[in-house]
């Protein structure tokens, strides 16, 4: 396995641009026909989004991301 070289430094004002918010996964559902593709629904509090993800190949049961919390580039 090869390590990926560290990436430099982003500036605040980059950082600034960029909306991360921690969201509990209410919801997985498989997306049919597709080898990766979940689907979750995330609740961020004040609303909700459905969200595709490419995690199947990771995780050997998807579901286990229900009622956790993760963080989201929104």
């Known amino acids: ?3 990926a070289p560290v990436k430099s430094i982003v500036s605040l004002d ?3 641009k960029v ?5 509990k996964i209410e919801h997985e ?6 080898r990766k593709l979940v689907r979750l629904v995330v609740d961020f ?8 993800v490419g995690m199947k190949r990771e ?10 919390q ?5």
Not at 19 to 23: K, N, S
């Open 1 to 3: 396995m090869r390590v």
């Open 14 to 16: 980059i950082l600034n």
């Open 19 to 23: 909306d991360i918010r921690v969201g």
């Open 29 to 34: 559902d498989a997306v049919p026909g597709s």
């Open 45 to 52: 509090g004040d609303h909700k989004r459905r969200i595709l």
């Open 59 to 68: 995780r050997p049961n998807p579901k286990e991301v229900e009622g956790k």
């Open 70 to 74: 993760a963080l989201f580039c929104h």
